[in-house]
């Protein structure tokens, strides 16, 4: 079990999230799903942001 807290948007109490949550237990508040497509774009993005850093390093190192 994790001990983890989530903060609703709609009413801002927090409560256990144990990562099935669908929905608030406080105000009902039903939460949008998350695409599974979403987190592979943020990778993607990060690396291509991070590729002329890594390129200039690899510069430096010879």
Do not use: N
């Amino acid at each position: 079990m994790s001990d983890e807290y989530s903060k609703c948007p709609s009413c801002a109490v927090e409560y256990e999230d144990d990562g099935d949550v669908d929905v608030c237990p406080y105000c009902g508040y039903e939460f949008p799903e998350r695409a599974t497509s979403t987190r592979w774009v943020a990778w993607l993005l990060v690396l291509l942001m991070l590729w002329p850093a890594i390129k200039g390093i690899m510069y430096l190192l010879g």
